[in-house]
């Protein structure tokens, strides 16, 4: 029946399975139809790595390679032995499952992906079986980027688990996902995440341009794909946000931007990102928009403060004393009377050593960490103090600069803050308050200048755009959030539409009920009388 | 679902983002901005006290009187650049008065704006070190508000116009801070108004039209700011209507601060009226004033470096301005640095320009106007005949 309806309906196109890999630009070598010659190349082409396993079967007449390394031996049992055992066919070559070539090339990759390969004398195809093995951690959330609130899962470092966490929360066809081989000699698989429609096709081609340049022997993390397909690599700032929370990336893709995921990292990049999305936290959007809005604020003053206060303290301790109120200038002086060195040092010595507890506690083990913190926070601030080396109100003030650092929601725009520190120092210490002025302009003159995938960096505060600052210094009720931002390169502008309406509504029938019951008595009046 | 990606498609094609950053056009209100940080400068500090030289407590009439006037300037160099839409000002020239009459007249005018430029850097360096920090040498100062000036000029002129429009924030903050001493102003001090004459007015208001020469900036970037010609002048006027009230509310604020006997002691009477404010947890409220008012000047300085870098690309046929840029700068800060704190020479080179200022930008452009004017006359005879 079934070869009569193909006959009779059906359009006799052949169809092949889909690679996304361009097939044309792979090297080909037919196999032959010689077992010893197929094994021999294969053996040849790997440099007779001990992990490649070969099984002879059928008495020497048929072969089954894996690279026993990347195979799971259950795997290879139930979907190679046990259709056998059980008699459903007679040879493994015929098992439906399996994938059919005559490349050996094609046979090569499958042995890396972890497909075991199978090969009889006398027979020209190969079959190919999925029996990869995975060693996946689960997918909790990331240590850096904790919320209260809000999803608790991460990535994590394979990327079909990391797309299927995206995939279940965006359950709709016009999410694409297109892969990419990278690194001529890792052959690392990236991925673009984006919904179709919704993000600029430009914004695609362009990035697909840029990774497609990339020649490179491998791609060892994000931080490499950034760099090479970055706009400005001359920028303190990072012009892609990178993130291991799947909820922000799906925001993200739902803004119409693009999410760029490598195997083998949970941290995925986003692109284009400007300046103010690197003080959002997912945290943002679940708490009440008043407390969002005030969290907000806080985030972006800590920006001024962490670049800015240390400068400050210096200008005026050492240029302008004069700006300090009259009742603060002795306890002022005093604290700073004794000390040998001058503030600018001072501030230097303090700042390095906040920046060597912190690198200290990054890369011992927690328990250790801490007990750094402690002895690095607490008693070199102390002792430093009492010996005279640095005055209590800078300690106060290096202090607060690196808790101020630390609120920024992403870990590199923190590291940049805190870089930025140095510079602003310095100028505070050789101009006092216009060598902070200038240092701000050039800091704002640079960040104007920045553009991230041809979106102003500053956006939308340079080009100022009223309508999209409900995003950045304040966080508007989400329904009012009704049009993507202008800097996503969004082609749908259209996010949200009348959601609360039904409030009209019940009100509108409020009144109507008000109306009637003031009609009514009236009303039943009129029955009464009559 | 069909239609909806149908149309999602179709917004797609319409909506086309322009990536090409140069020659994408400013927006009227960036205009407005670029006009308003170019006109309030340097001068807005010693404004109060040069036009109280001239008319004393009726200074602000002066000052009204000027920005009555200036719209006809206004409308002049409207009327030029509305000629030729497409072109900037110095292709304009060189269409007026052919090719190298146009480019020498360019390149004019490119001297000119450096000459405003060294001179704001004068009159920037000598105030911080009067205010701020008196034992810096000139150069420091000059190198600084110069690369700031270099740097965002490399940007082009819509990271010039995207960086005017945030910095603005800024003026609300001085306006703010003005509305504060408002508590003390004494308003006896302005009266008699219109003691000093009618010619002592009209003095005044020449000397008032100074602090409004940025204005000329309209005319070199009209042809790339968006909207309809009408627009684009609509914006014109409310600059200058903004640029006015500002100045006239730091004149009301230092004539009802200051009685017309202590202003002429004092130079920089905003300052001098901060100074004696203090806050609770902040005192010399003026440092902070001036370190704001470092970005207005730098603004205003951006603006001529433009403006002379651009005359220079167009005279030389430079493919971009950058080289340009840095050039004048070097030229800036060199001839900046041989004036330096000297008050005397300092004096002499304020006098040739704004003499100079005068010419440029009141008498050549109804010159340019008239040129044009004939030109088409005799265009039009040419294709009649």
Same mark, same amino acid.
């Given at each position: 029946?079934?070869?009569?309806?193909?006959?009779?309906?059906?359009?006799?196109?052949?169809?092949?399975?889909?690679?996304?890999?361009?097939?044309?630009?792979?090297?080909?070598?037919?196999?032959?139809?010689?077992?010893?010659?197929?094994?021999?190349?294969?053996?040849?082409?790997?440099?007779?790595?001990?992990?490649?396993?070969?099984?002879?079967?059928?008495?020497?007449?048929?072969?089954?390679?894996?690279?026993?390394?990347?195979?799971?031996?259950?795997?290879?049992?139930?979907?190679?032995?046990?259709?056998?055992?059980?008699?459903?066919?007679?040879?493994?070559?015929?098992?439906?499952?399996?994938?059919?070539?005559?490349?050996?090339?094609?046979?090569?990759?499958?042995?890396?992906?972890?497909?075991?390969?199978?090969?009889?004398?006398?027979?020209?195809?190969?079959?190919?079986?999925?029996?990869?093995?995975?060693?996946?951690?689960?997918?909790?959330?990331?240590?850096?980027?904790?919320?209260?609130?809000?999803?608790?899962?991460?990535?994590?470092?394979?990327?079909?688990?990391?797309?299927?966490?995206?995939?279940?929360?965006?359950?709709?066809?016009?999410?694409?996902?297109?892969?990419?081989?990278?690194?001529?000699?890792?052959?690392?698989?990236?991925?673009?995440?984006?919904?179709?429609?919704?993000?600029?096709?430009?914004?695609?081609?362009?990035?697909?341009?840029?990774?497609?340049?990339?020649?490179?022997?491998?791609?060892?993390?994000?931080?490499?794909?950034?760099?090479?397909?970055?706009?400005?690599?001359?920028?303190?700032?990072?012009?892609?946000?990178?993130?291991?929370?799947?909820?922000?990336?799906?925001?993200?893709?739902?803004?119409?931007?693009?999410? &760029?995921?490598?195997?083998?990292?949970?941290?995925?990049?986003?692109?284009?990102?400007?300046?103010?999305?690197?003080?959002?936290?997912?945290?943002?959007?679940?708490?009440?928009?008043?407390?969002?809005?005030?969290?907000?604020?806080?985030?972006?003053?800590?920006?001024?403060?962490?670049?800015?206060?240390?400068?400050?303290?210096?200008?005026?301790?050492?240029?302008?004393?004069?700006?300090?109120?009259?009742?603060?200038?002795?306890?002022?002086?005093?604290?700073?009377?004794?000390?040998?060195?001058?503030?600018?040092?001072?501030?230097?010595?303090?700042?390095?050593?906040?920046?060597?507890?912190?690198?200290?506690?990054?890369?011992?083990?927690?328990?250790?960490?801490?007990?750094?913190?402690?002895?690095?926070?607490?008693?070199?601030?102390?002792?430093?103090?009492?010996?005279?080396?640095?005055?209590?109100?800078?300690?106060?003030?290096?202090?607060?600069?690196?808790?101020?650092?630390?609120?920024?929601?992403?870990?590199?725009?923190?590291?940049?803050?805190?870089?930025?520190?140095?510079?602003?120092?310095?100028?505070?210490?050789?101009?006092?308050?216009?060598?902070?002025?200038?240092?701000?302009?050039?800091?704002?003159?640079?960040?104007?200048?920045?553009?991230?995938?041809?979106?102003?960096?500053?956006?939308?505060?340079?080009?100022?755009?009223?309508?999209?600052?409900?995003?950045?210094?304040?966080?508007?009720? &989400?329904?009012?959030?009704?049009?993507?931002?202008?800097?996503?390169?969004?082609?749908?502008?259209?996010?949200?539409?009348?959601?609360?309406?039904?409030?009209?509504?019940?009100?509108?029938?409020?009144?109507?009920?008000?109306?009637?019951? &003031?009609?009514?008595?009236?009303?039943?009046?009129?029955?009464?009388?009559? | 679902?069909?239609?909806?990606?149908?149309?999602?498609?179709?917004?797609?094609?319409?909506?086309?983002?322009?990536?090409?950053?140069?020659?994408?056009?400013?927006?009227?209100?960036?205009?407005?901005?670029?006009?308003?940080?170019?006109?309030?400068?340097?001068?807005?500090?010693?404004?109060?006290?040069?036009?109280?030289?001239?008319?004393?407590?009726?200074?602000?009439?002066?000052?009204?009187?000027?920005?009555?006037?200036?719209?006809?300037?206004?409308?002049? #160099?409207?009327?030029?650049?509305?000629?030729?839409?497409?072109?900037?000002?110095?292709?304009?020239?060189?269409?007026?008065?052919?090719?190298?009459?146009?480019?020498?007249? +360019?390149?004019?005018?490119?001297?000119?704006?450096?000459?405003?430029?060294?001179?704001?850097?004068?009159?920037?360096?000598?105030?911080?070190?009067?205010?701020?920090?008196?034992?810096?040498?000139?150069?420091?100062?000059?190198?600084?508000?110069?690369?700031?000036?270099?740097?965002?000029?490399?940007?082009?002129?819509?990271?010039?116009?995207?960086?005017?429009?945030?910095?603005?924030?800024?003026?609300?903050? #001085?306006?703010?801070?003005?509305?504060? +001493?408002?508590?003390?102003?004494?308003?006896?001090?302005?009266?008699?108004?219109?003691?000093?004459?009618?010619?002592?007015?009209?003095?005044?208001?020449? @000397?008032?039209?100074?602090?409004?020469?940025?204005?000329?900036?309209?005319?070199?970037?009209?042809?790339?700011?968006?909207?309809?010609?009408?627009?684009?002048?609509?914006?014109?006027?409310?600059?200058?209507?903004?640029?006015?009230?500002?100045?006239?509310?730091?004149?009301?604020?230092?004539?009802?601060?200051?009685?017309?006997?202590?202003?002429?002691?004092?130079?920089?009477?905003?300052?001098?009226?901060?100074? +004696?404010?203090? #806050?609770?947890?902040?005192?010399?409220?003026?440092?902070?004033?001036?370190?704001?008012?470092?970005? +207005?000047?730098?603004?205003?300085?951006?603006?001529?470096?433009?403006?002379?870098?651009?005359?220079?690309?167009?005279?030389?046929?430079?493919?971009?301005?950058?080289?340009?840029?840095?050039?004048?700068?070097?030229?800036?800060?060199?001839?900046?640095?041989?004036?330096?704190?000297?008050?005397?020479?300092?004096?002499?080179?304020?006098?040739?320009?704004?003499?100079?200022?005068?010419?440029?930008?009141?008498?050549?452009?109804?010159?340019?106007?008239?040129?044009?004017?004939?030109?088409?006359?005799?265009?039009? @005879?040419?294709?009649?005949?």
């Amino acid at each position: 029946m079934g070869f009569i309806r193909r006959l009779l309906l059906g359009d006799h196109e052949k169809l092949q399975d889909r690679e996304f890999i361009n097939q044309n630009d792979e090297p080909e070598y037919p196999s032959s139809t010689k077992l010893a010659d197929n094994v021999n190349y294969l053996m040849h082409e790997f440099h007779n790595t001990n992990d490649l396993r070969i099984r002879i079967l059928n008495k020497g007449n048929a072969s089954l390679l894996y690279i026993e390394s990347l195979v799971d031996q259950g795997k290879i049992h139930e979907t190679i032995f046990r259709p056998l055992e059980f008699n459903e066919v007679d040879s493994i070559g015929e098992i439906p499952s399996a994938k059919h070539t005559l490349n050996l090339e094609e046979s090569i990759r499958g042995l890396l992906k972890g497909h075991a390969i199978y090969m009889e004398d006398g027979r020209k195809t190969i079959a190919q079986f999925a029996v990869t093995s995975s060693f996946n951690r689960s997918t909790e959330e990331p240590q850096n980027e904790k919320v209260v609130r809000g999803s608790h899962d991460g990535f994590i470092e394979n990327l079909m688990v990391n797309i299927n966490l995206i995939r279940r929360r965006i359950q709709n066809r016009d999410l694409t996902i297109k892969y990419y081989k990278l690194g001529k000699k890792t052959n690392t698989n990236v991925a673009l995440v984006f919904l179709d429609g919704v993000t600029d096709p430009e914004l695609i081609q362009e990035i697909e341009t840029r990774l497609n340049y990339i020649s490179s022997d491998m791609i060892h993390s994000p931080g490499y794909v950034e760099e090479f397909i970055e706009d400005n690599t001359k920028s303190p700032f990072p012009q892609m946000l990178n993130t291991e929370r799947p909820d922000r990336v799906v925001a993200a893709i739902m803004e119409g931007r693009v999410a &760029i995921m490598t195997e083998g990292t949970p941290t995925t990049l986003i692109a284009p990102s400007t300046f103010f999305s690197f003080y959002q936290a997912s945290d943002d959007y679940n708490m009440r928009w008043f407390t969002g809005t005030f969290v907000r604020l806080i985030r972006l003053t800590s920006f001024v403060i962490a670049i800015g206060l240390p400068a400050f303290y210096i200008a005026v301790v050492s240029f302008h004393f004069e700006v300090i109120p009259d009742e603060l200038v002795i306890p002022v002086k005093q604290s700073i009377n004794e000390i040998a060195y001058p503030p600018l040092i001072e501030a230097l010595v303090m700042v390095v050593i906040i920046e060597l507890i912190r690198e200290a506690g990054i890369r011992l083990p927690q328990p250790i960490g801490q007990t750094i913190g402690i002895v690095g926070g607490l008693v070199i601030g102390d002792a430093v103090v009492r010996a005279g080396l640095v005055s209590n109100l800078m300690v106060i003030v290096v202090a607060l600069t690196a808790i101020a650092s630390f609120v920024v929601p992403s870990n590199e725009l923190s590291t940049t803050l805190r870089f930025l520190t140095f510079p602003l120092i310095f100028l505070a210490g050789t101009l006092g308050f216009i060598g902070i002025t200038f240092g701000f302009m050039m800091i704002l003159i640079h960040l104007t200048r920045l553009e991230s995938f041809g979106v102003p960096y500053l956006a939308p505060v340079a080009p100022l755009r009223f309508k999209d600052l409900k995003d950045t210094f304040i966080r508007v009720p &989400i329904y009012m959030m009704n049009k993507r931002p202008r800097d996503s390169r969004a082609v749908q502008m259209e996010a949200i539409g009348p959601s609360r309406e039904w409030k009209q509504i019940e009100k509108s029938s409020q009144s109507d009920e008000a109306g009637k019951s &003031i009609n009514q008595p009236d009303g039943g009046n009129n029955k009464t009388d009559k | 679902m069909k239609p909806a990606s149908q149309s999602i498609n179709q917004t797609a094609e319409t909506i086309k983002p322009t990536n090409n950053t140069k020659e994408q056009k400013v927006s009227r209100r960036q205009f407005f901005y670029i006009l308003v940080q170019t006109q309030i400068g340097v001068g807005i500090l010693s404004l109060p006290n040069e036009l109280h030289a001239v008319s004393r407590q009726d200074g602000w009439i002066s000052l009204l009187v000027a920005g009555v006037v200036l719209p006809i300037v206004l409308l002049i #160099l409207w009327l030029i650049a509305k000629r030729y839409e497409d072109l900037t000002f110095f292709q304009i020239n060189e269409k007026l008065f052919g090719k190298w009459g146009g480019r020498a007249f +360019s390149l004019l005018y490119s001297c000119y704006f450096v000459s405003v430029g060294v001179l704001i850097v004068l009159l920037f360096g000598r105030m911080i070190s009067l205010w701020v920090l008196p034992n810096t040498p000139f150069w420091v100062m000059a190198v600084c508000i110069v690369t700031v000036g270099v740097y965002l000029t490399n940007g082009g002129l819509l990271v010039l116009a995207r960086f005017y429009t945030m910095v603005s924030l800024l003026l609300l903050l #001085l306006i703010t801070l003005s509305f504060y +001493s408002l508590q003390e102003a004494h308003w006896m001090y302005l009266l008699p108004i219109g003691e000093s004459g009618i010619t002592k007015i009209i003095l005044g208001a020449k @000397e008032a039209l100074l602090s409004f020469f940025g204005f000329f900036v309209s005319i070199v970037i009209f042809s790339r700011v968006e909207g309809s010609v009408k627009e684009r002048f609509k914006t014109m006027l409310q600059a200058h209507f903004f640029v006015t009230f500002f100045y006239l509310l730091t004149l009301i604020i230092s004539y009802t601060f200051f009685s017309t006997k202590e202003i002429t002691f004092v130079p920089e009477p905003i300052l001098y009226m901060l100074k +004696s404010f203090e #806050l609770p947890f902040i005192a010399r409220i003026d440092l902070f004033f001036i370190s704001m008012w470092f970005v +207005s000047v730098a603004t205003s300085f951006t603006t001529y470096l433009y403006m002379a870098g651009q005359g220079l690309k167009e005279v030389f046929r430079l493919k971009t301005a950058k080289r340009a840029n840095v050039f004048i700068s070097l030229i800036i800060v060199a001839s900046a640095s041989l004036i330096g704190y000297d008050m005397t020479k300092m004096e002499t080179f304020t006098k040739y320009v704004i003499q100079s200022g005068f010419i440029f930008t009141f008498y050549i452009p109804p010159f340019i106007l008239i040129v044009a004017l004939v030109r088409r006359r005799i265009q039009k @005879e040419r294709d009649e005949g």
